[in-house]
Each structure stands twice: as C-alpha cells, then as structure tokens.
C-alpha cells in the first residue's frame, strides 16, 4: 500500500505535513441520536452521516493522510432492530456503488476489514467490486470497519497461528508480536496514530483494540453528522501539539 507521493493540496494553517498522523481511524458515533433529536427515522441520520463520510474522505486526501479507517458496521450493531440493519446494509450496497467513481478520481484506494464473509452476499459483491475497481489508484486509503470487532480480531489471530503450528509452518517458541501482527486482517495497514470519537462517548468500543497500543485518542461531544471538515481540522491541529513518546522519556 504506497501512499500517494503529491504534495498536499490544501492543509489548515498552522499545520505541516510532518506534524500529521499518517493514520487516522474514526468511530462515527451519533447517526441515531442526531436524527432522533430531530423527531427523524434513525436511518435518516444515518443517511446525513454519510455526507459527512464524503466529505472527511475528501479533505483526508488533500491534507495528504495516507490512511483513514472508518469504523463502519461493528459485530455488536447485528444487536439492533432487524430494520435498522436491513437500512444500514441497504445504505452501504448503495454507496459502495455509488461513490466508487468519486473515489475512483481522487486516487482513493479501498479496502475493508472484518469479518465480511458474514455480510450480506450482496454486499460482499460490492466491497470486492470496490476493491477491484481501485486497486490502481496510490492516494488515501480508504479502510471500511465492517462486521468488525477488535476482540473478534484478536481471535481470528489466534486461531489462524494455531492453524499454522498445526500445521508445522509455524514453529510456537518463535512466536512474538510481529508474528502475531502478520495474522491481523490486514497486516499492511499501520496502527492508527489518531483515533477520533464522536458522540460524547469516551470509549473504543472494540475498535482497533490491538493496533491502538499507543494511539492517541481525541473525543468529541459533536455528532457524527455535524463532524465537518473544519472539526476534522481541530482534531488535527489538536494532535499535532501532542508529545508521542511510546513508553520513552524525552531526551
């Protein structure tokens, strides 16, 4: 995965490329509560957070993120009402086909992590139709969370390196942390260094439970559908302020 080597077009005063996360992960909590202040269908906020998906996506790739990840459907939301989720899956047929030619032009790369053989055949066709059609492209990589939880991550991890001690293609004494990092759904993809909550929630919910080690978080009492670009901003500017030191003293 090679991130695009152009310039970024367009980055917030005050912010420089070498003061950016190279990954940035997102839990897009408040589609419901957003609508259902408005004495709206639930899935009409969902519908609004999709606009702001678009536009988050859009300013990620000019301010030259080389990733974003979108926690989009987790394994718990099978939890909610039956229609609920029939409009989710309905929802994310529809812009999986439906935005691949916007991000087909701005160079977007795809991707998708979870457990996806247990979605929808309908929309496994459209995650690997996406996957396909943007294989080319070098800029932003665009990863979609679906049907994912960060334990149930952790499980399959486990459960593919004992599938290789059983088969004798791993030696168990030699297992270390980037053995069991090469098991992830998707090895290539670096740990998130930003991971942003909306909503007023100050939790991970499963998220990225592994990767996010020493990810700094940023929590923000907005709703999803009113994240717009100039709060992506704020929660950039926020983290280039901030000191990673990964367990060590500054010298």
């Known amino acids: 995965m090679n ?30 509560r957003w609508a ?15 606009k702001r998906v678009r536009e988050i996506v859009r300013a990620c790739g000019e301010f030259g993120i080389s990733y974003l990840t979108l ?8 939890n909610r009402p039956k229609a609920e989720v029939n409009g989710l899956m309905k929802i994310l047929q529809r812009r999986l086909r439906d935005e691949v030619e916007e991000l087909d032009k701005n160079n977007v790369r795809f991707e998708a992590i979870g457990r996806i053989e247990e979605l929808p055949a309908e929309v496994q066709k459209a995650i690997k139709n996406m996957r ?8 932003l990589v665009l990863v979609l969370a679906l049907n994912y939880g960060g334990r149930q991550e952790i499980v399959d991890m486990a459960r593919k390196a004992a599938q290789a001690v059983r088969d004798e293609s791993l030696d168990p004494a030699s297992i ?3 053995t069991l990092e090469s098991f992830e759904y998707l090895p290539e993809l670096p740990d998130p260094d930003l991971l942003i909550r909306t909503g007023a929630e100050k939790r991970i919910s499963n998220f990225l439970l592994w990767q996010s080690a020493y990810t700094e978080l940023y929590f923000t009492n907005l709703l999803w559908p009113d994240f717009k670009r100039d ?11 901030r000191e990673r030191r990964f367990g060590t003293l500054k010298e």
């Open 3 to 32: 991130a695009s080597s152009k310039e970024p077009l367009g980055l917030p005063v005050g912010l420089t490329p070498d003061r950016l996360p190279r990954h940035v992960a997102v839990i897009m909590d408040g589609n419901g």
């Open 36 to 50: 259902r202040r408005r004495l709206l269908p639930r899935v009409v906020g969902h519908r609004e957070g999709v």
């Open 71 to 78: 926690y989009t459907f987790s394994a718990e939301n099978w």
């Open 132 to 139: 396909d059609r943007l294989s080319g492209n070098t800029g």
């Open 176 to 178: 270390d942390l980037q």
């Open 231 to 241: 709060k992506l901003e704020e929660a950039l500017a926020d983290y280039s302020r």
